[in-house]
Every structure is written in C-alpha cells, then in structure tokens.
C-alpha cells in the first residue's frame, strides 16, 4: 500500500517555493508560481491536510549559536528488545544536540547526527551520556571537518 501523494506541475511549483521560502505570502507565492492567490491558498491547505507539508521553520547557523562541530556517531545496541528500543529512541528525542537519528542496516543499530560547541562538548556528552545509556553497547564517532552540501528540500519529481 503506497501513500505517495500525486501532484500536479502547479502542486510541484509550489511545494518546490515552499521549501525554498517558507515566509512567503500567499500573494508572492501565487505570482512565483503563476497561479491565483484563492488557488494557492486552496492546494496549500491542502498539502497541509495530506500530511505533505508538516511545519514551517527557520534554520539557524550553528556557529553562530556556538555549536559549530557535527559528529556523526554510529551506536551499537546490546539488545533489541522492545522496550530497550522505545528506552534508547525516547532518550534520543529527550536530547537536543542529537539532531537527526536513524535505524540503520548493517554493522551498526543507529546512526545520530550530534551537534556540538567543541570536541571537549562533544566528549562530555558522548562519555557521560550517550555511552551510559543502558541500552547502548558502544559508538564510533567521525568528526565533520566541514560541510560541503546541506539541503533541507527534497527533490519534487
């Protein structure tokens, strides 16, 4: 059972704006788009009632909120049980420098996204935190020594 959304080209030019410029007035996202203000107004209403556009928000920069340094941490669990599981993915929405998380394939169970002010931040939370979770078995972190491509809109096809 698929729940891919269909669009059509109109759809697709305004979710492709959206995603650019969620500040956008109706006016300027019709006229961006070659639509009506109503019309607009309508389609985006709704991909909202989909489930196709969730939240609109604002990207800060890292480094100027002081947390400059991504880690990307593989973590490997000691156990899968369910409630081990619902125990590490609760501990990981419950911290606000792991930014991202993923059930992974392969050698390892997680991969999380973690931001941080330092190396000695990083350590802190990694040693005194994460590796003491009683679910988790071990980590192996790699440090980004910079960003080439970070994009938050997703191709529309």
Not at 57 to 72: M, S, Y
Not at 115 to 133: G, N, P, Q, W
Request: charged letters at 25%.
């Amino acid at each position: 059972m698929s729940n891919i959304i269909t669009l059509d080209p109109l759809d697709r030019r305004i979710l492709g704006e959206l995603q650019r410029d969620a500040t956008l007035s109706n006016a300027e996202l019709a006229e961006r788009v070659g639509s009506t203000g109503p019309s607009c107004w309508r389609r985006v209403r709704a991909m909202q009632e989909q489930g196709l556009l969730r939240r609109a928000v604002w990207l800060a920069d890292p480094r100027a909120l002081g947390q400059g340094v991504t880690v990307l941490c593989h973590i490997r669990m000691k156990d899968f049980t369910a409630e081990s599981i619902a125990a590490f993915e609760d501990f990981v929405r419950g911290h606000e420098q792991v930014m991202e998380c993923y059930s992974m394939s392969g050698e390892w169970d997680y991969l999380v996204r973690v931001v941080a002010s330092d190396v000695a931040d990083y350590e802190h939370f990694l040693m005194r935190t994460l590796l003491k979770h009683p679910s988790v078995a071990g980590a192996s972190s790699q440090f980004a020594l910079s960003t080439t491509k970070y994009e938050t809109a997703l191709p529309i096809r």
